[in-house]
């Protein structure tokens, strides 16, 4: 749009904006300490206003565009003073590199010395809008996490929704063209049921939303250059692998800590053998933690308080001895099961004089006793 002409035509005079009494001044021509005349003036402003109509003359049809928005109000004093404003400094706004140039520059842009110098060269400054070679590898490397972290993001939260909620943020894509193909394959069944109602019922609700979430999944892989996103994805990631390995060292503390207090106490894991016959001596092996010579060992049959009692520690312990060269000999007048007890505050001989020992017993560890007869062959050899 050509600017209207201060000039009112027949010689009038022009008007004197503060724009151009600034401009004056400052080319000397309107000194302060001058005195012009009227004519001289208006010649001056006449003169502006030729090189003005000028300029615009030959103004491109895209400049002509531009200013085709502007209303009437723009050729205020306000405006004017604007355009002839010399102190203002025009500054050349320069294009951030959108997705194209983060993918070419982080795919190829390493491997190719020569386009990364010649971009040095020609726009003085590195690809990526870097400032040196270092920010550019930099950019590159933290574009490619940002793409592969946004990728197991997506993958986690469309084909493992259920993990993904629980709090594992993060899965390496392994599976997924079966997982669209499951998700897509139960998305048309409840369309082809439920037609436009599969929205609003529950089980189409669980497949639509693993779509949505592999919609939004693309949407940010294809915005993964952006520094808020780089920074959301980092810290989650950092969170997610901060509680993954403090849950992962707080369980094997946990789990030594079991096992130190597991040793600490006394504890029959099993015996050898594992039968015995009625009225014939034999020795027992004890294998466990804890366990001494000296140590009283005892045993509690089955037919007896053991069969009804809820806990074997109530029960009385009979055919207590010590315990010597790691086990224990013993004769077993009845045919059983004996459930194997070990005294767990004493040991021999100050435990055979304690009026009350304490016994610890172990249902799991249990010896069979047997009559010799049941024996296979014995009455072949006792006839």
């Not at 294998?287 to 069969?307: I, T």
């Not at 060269?325 to 001989?349: I, L, N, R, W």
Request: net charge negative; aromatic share 10%; charged share 20%.
């Amino acid at each position: 749009m050509r600017r209207r002409s201060t000039n009112n035509g027949g010689g009038a005079h022009g008007v004197l904006t503060r724009s151009r009494k600034k401009l004056m001044e400052l080319q000397g021509y309107l000194a302060k300490e001058r005195v012009i005349d009227d004519v001289e003036l208006d010649e001056y402003i006449n003169r502006l206003d030729e090189k003005i109509d000028a300029m615009h003359d030959v103004m491109t049809w895209g400049d002509h565009d531009d200013d085709s928005g502007v209303t009437d109000d723009d050729d205020s004093d306000s405006d004017e003073d604007s355009d002839y404003n010399p102190n203002r400094s025009s500054k050349a706004t320069s294009s951030r590199p959108g997705f194209v140039s983060h993918v070419f520059w982080s795919s190829v842009g390493p491997g190719l010395v020569l386009p990364v110098l010649y971009h040095r060269w020609s726009y003085s400054s590195y690809p990526l809008s870097s400032s040196s070679v270092f920010s550019y590898l930099a950019k590159v490397f933290v574009n490619w996490a940002s793409v592969v972290l946004l990728v197991c993001l997506s993958f986690a939260g469309v084909c493992h929704t259920r993990q993904f909620l629980q709090g594992s943020l993060f899965k390496v894509p392994s599976e997924a063209q079966t997982c669209a193909f499951h998700i897509w394959h139960t998305l048309l069944n409840c369309v082809d049921k439920y037609g436009r109602e599969c929205y609003t019922t529950s089980d189409c609700q669980f497949p639509l939303g693993q779509v949505v979430g592999a919609l939004v999944g693309l949407a940010l892989v294809a915005r993964f250059y952006l520094r808020r996103v780089q920074i959301v994805l980092a810290a989650l990631f950092l969170v997610h692998h901060g509680l993954q390995q403090w849950t992962t060292h707080l369980s094997v503390i946990l789990d030594t800590a079991a096992t130190f207090h597991a040793r600490s106490i006394v504890h029959v894991a099993s015996i050898d053998p594992t039968f015995a016959y009625m009225n014939e001596p034999i020795h027992i092996l004890l294998d466990g933690h804890n366990l001494h010579e000296g140590m009283l060992v005892g045993w509690v049959p089955y037919w007896s308080c053991s069969r009804e009692a809820a806990v074997l520690s109530d029960c009385p312990v009979d055919l207590v001895a010590p315990m010597k060269h790691g086990g224990v000999t013993q004769t077993f007048p009845a045919v059983d099961e004996y459930t194997v007890c070990v005294d767990k505050s004493a040991t021999a001989p100050a435990a055979l004089s304690s009026p009350t020992p304490s016994f610890a017993c172990f249902p799991e560890v249990r010896l069979k006793v047997k009559h010799a007869q049941s024996n296979p062959g014995w009455s072949l050899h006792h006839q």
